[in-house]
């Protein structure tokens, strides 16, 4: 009912939009800096890349895809090999998949099946029995904008690049690929080798093939030569002239908006691939100043797709009557990847010692407050998915056992349990101010996010609500994040003793890597730490168990290695975590344009705005409204 609602209110919106001028306007602040229609250029042209400066002629809004809550701040490069290009359209990589609206990956991730779909890749990739190598061939059909094909020794000079001037890729992936060779359009992609010959970490492999967008050997060869092959010049190349392989480049950008247009010449329009070309000819994201004035274009049709949290975002078509789509009709409305978490720093003694104090915290919070406060309902609760280790996909939950951990769950607000917890380790009330003691001194801890992140601030007011209701003082505390990235990346802190930060949400890694982030010894005392273990928690059990995961692939003993680090995790809680999350929002307008994907049409296109993984499938399947 909701969707045939909208769509009738967009056709009486698209029919008065195109009647009226054939296009729609787009923010007032925007104009002056709009890219021009461009007519369609004969299929043996490449597209035009570059827009005329300025200009107040507006893009055909029925050939235009509206994003935003994507780009933020003026594009800084697109050179796809450097650092800090600031270029999220183009350069991209989350938890949904690498972004490949430009430059493309081997495979694409799909977080709905957990499966790699090809891209440039032609089939199924392949392991040698003891995987140390992995072998794919590149489709014959790729080619590169400026219409050489790409080739084996392209992805070779991708990585040794990488490797080379530490980028995002060598330094994602340089521990775990020992080198990549060539054979024409074949690749072999061998492992790293621990001690004992055995790979380091198989699964990181695949993770390289969907989150390693592939640059073309022969530019990266110019590039280095213009940069008399100094890392720090190659890092930070403007990449102006970079060559793509993707459906869409570079033809307008400024401190106001960023526009993609369609290269018509896309090697993916062979029947090897998609077979055809993406609908929208550009990809438009306006710079918005904060999320109230994208979900406000969102509202006006001025944005398709919305990459933002909107509380309470089922008011905008059950009392506003809008024409705006969620990937599922009901609650939580997307797909929730990731468990913003809370972590126990376990430099600080009191928490260090005393599992009964960190599990009884837990338990004490009131975690459906968290959700409809915090997340206005769009997160399933620990009722409905209990906790564990895992996301709330169909696909991580069926890797443990509920039954065994069962007795270990708990589902929040348990405040007599905790007391109870609490009292029978001996830490209690001595002196009778309400407040409980350790070793002869009152518990006095601290709830910790950074500043202007309301939805955390929202979970960690709950969080120091439930330490009153068992007698332990929490205090919250907001500093600036330019403050907070500084100290919670500080393995040796102990400013902060219970502090906000996310777990992975889903790759092909993964879940392993989200242990190894909640668990891993590995990142124990790693100096600005963004890798995993915010707390420096250490457990050589659990060490143990994450280390086999990776060479493991009978399925039966990979639910018991996951079944009994869940254990470990529920019995010693070095942190908890808070709610489950969507690690991508997508909301659609469907004003201008409809055939978005949703939950139930069979597709499995996942919610990852059009653009993201498998989810720039689609691009390919959008039609005009009316």
């Known amino acids: 009912m909701k969707k045939t609602l909208a769509l009738l209110i967009a056709l009486v919106m698209v029919v008065g939009l195109f009647a009226a001028c054939g296009s729609s306007p787009a923010p007032a602040e925007t104009k002056a800096t709009e890219a021009p229609a461009a007519t369609e250029a004969p299929a043996t042209e490449a597209p035009a890349t570059e827009a005329p400066a300025e200009t107040t002629v507006e893009l055909p809004r029925n050939e235009t895809l509206y994003f935003a809550g994507q780009q933020w701040g003026t594009v800084n490069s697109w050179n796809v090999i450097g ?150 010049a190659i890092l930070n190349d403007p990449g102006e002239d970079v060559v793509w392989s993707g459906p869409y480049t570079k033809y307008f950008s400024d401190d106001q908006k960023v526009v993609l ?33 994208g979900e406000t274009a ?16 089922q008011n905008l078509w059950l009392n506003d009557g809008l024409p705006i789509s969620t990937y599922y009709e009901e ?56 906790r564990s280790v895992m996301n709330p996909t169909a ?51 601290n709830a910790v996010c950074p500043n202007g992140w309301t939805d955390w601030q929202a979970s960690m007011e709950v969080v120091a609500a439930a330490g009153e209701k068992i007698g332990v003082e929490i205090t919250t505390l907001y500093p600036e994040w330019s403050v907070y990235q500084t100290v919670f990346t500080n393995p040796s802190q102990t400013e902060y003793q219970i502090y906000m930060w996310s777990p992975d949400a889903a790759s092909p890694s993964n879940p392993w890597q989200r242990v190894n982030q909640l668990m891993g010894k590995v990142f124990v005392g790693v100096e600005n ?21 990776p060479m493991t692939t009978d399925a039966e003993e990979l639910k018991a290695l996951y079944t009994e680090l869940t254990k470990i995790y529920l019995t010693e809680v070095p942190s908890f975590s808070l709610m489950y999350r969507p690690s991508v929002f997508h909301a659609v307008n469907e004003s201008v344009w409809t055939n978005f994907p949703s939950g139930d049409d069979g597709r499995n296109i996942p919610p990852a705005d059009c653009t993201d993984g498998y989810g720039i499938a689609a691009l390919y399947e959008l039609e005009l409204v009316g």
């Not at 896309?266 to 904060?290: E, N, T």
């Open 298 to 313: 969102l509202k006006a049709g001025e944005v398709d797709v919305c990459q933002q949290f909107i509380g309470n975002i």
């Open 331 to 386: 609650a939580p409305y997307g797909v929730c990847l990731t468990m913003p978490t809370a972590w126990y720093n376990m430099n600080v003694p009191v928490l260090a010692e005393n599992v009964a104090l960190r599990k009884a915290i837990a338990m004490a919070v009131d975690y459906d407050t968290i959700i409809a406060n915090a997340m206005t309902n769009q997160s399933p609760s620990f009722a409905d998915v209990p």
């Open 83 to 232: 650092t800090n290009q600031n270029n999220s359209m183009a350069i991209a990589g989350n938890s949904g998949g690498y972004r490949t609206l430009m430059f493309e990956t081997l495979y694409m991730f799909n977080f709905m099946d957990g499966s790699l779909r090809p891209l440039l890749a032609d089939g199924d990739y392949a392991w040698n029995e003891d995987m140390t190598e992995l072998t794919l061939a590149i489709k014959p059909a790729a080619h590169w904008s400026d219409g050489t094909p790409v080739t084996g020794a392209d992805v070779v000079r991708t990585f040794d690049i990488g490797v080379q001037i530490g980028n995002n890729t060598g330094s994602g992936f340089g521990a775990y690929i020992s080198g990549i060779e060539a054979d024409g359009l074949n690749v072999t992609i061998k492992a790293a080798l621990d001690e004992n010959g055995n790979p380091v970490n198989p699964l990181k492999i695949l993770d390289f093939l969907t989150g390693t967008p592939i640059a073309q050997a022969a530019w990266i060869d110019t590039v280095v030569a213009r940069c008399g092959n100094d890392s720090v």
């Open 529 to 549: 730490n963004w890798s995993g273990n915010w707390g420096q928690y250490v457990n050589d059990e659990a060490d143990a168990l994450i280390a086999k995961i």
């Open 395 to 445: 696909g991580e939950q069926a890797l443990y056992d509920h039954d065994a951990v069962a007795d270990l769950q708990w589902a929040g607000n348990d405040i007599e349990g905790a007391k109870k917890l609490l009292d029978d380790a001996g830490i209690v009330d001595s002196d009778g101010d309400g407040w409980r003691e350790y070793n002869g001194e009152k518990i006095s801890l």
């Open 261 to 293: 247009i369609r290269d018509d010449n896309y090697w993916g329009q062979d029947a090897s691939m998609w077979g055809k070309l993406p609908v929208p000819k550009y990809i438009a994201h306006v710079i918005y100043a904060d999320n109230p004035a």
